[in-house]
């Protein structure tokens, strides 16, 4: 099992930018795929981008694609979202997940998942 911490989240002025970490503990994180989702107020969880575990291959929704990054850094057990061009839309709450199936993580949202981080964009 992987514990998984999200952090970077506050509010920002539309067309600003944040970076989103995520901190892995427990089990190997360079072992895990890992992707990032939100869920805004009323709405359904929606995915946003994943990483195959060494880092070699992305997925983004397109929803966010070309303004959001997804990356990660195995020696520290970290991965981050970049958020650029932010729109008052994107405001939700941002989770991280981990698992050992990418397509699964993608597909059902299986996995690991941290707790959290708001991320609030002002017009």
């Known amino acids: 099992q992987v514990q998984l911490v999200e952090s970077g989240g506050g509010l920002v002025q539309a067309g600003g930018s944040l970076r989103l970490s995520c901190a892995a503990s427990?089990?190997?994180?360079?072992?895990?795929?890992m992707g990032w989702f939100r869920q805004a107020p009323g709405k359904e969880r929606e995915f946003l981008a994943a990483i195959i575990r060494g880092g070699g291959s992305t997925r983004y929704a397109d929803s966010v694609k070309g303004r959001f990054t997804i990356s990660r850094d195995n020696t520290r057990n970290i991965g981050y979202l970049q958020m650029n061009s932010l729109k008052p839309e994107d405001t939700a709450v941002y989770y991280c997940a981990a698992d050992q199936s990418l397509h699964n993580l993608v597909v059902i949202a299986s996995g690991s998942w941290g707790q959290g981080t708001q991320v609030t964009v002002s017009s």
């Open positions: 427990g089990r190997t994180f360079s072992s895990l795929a």
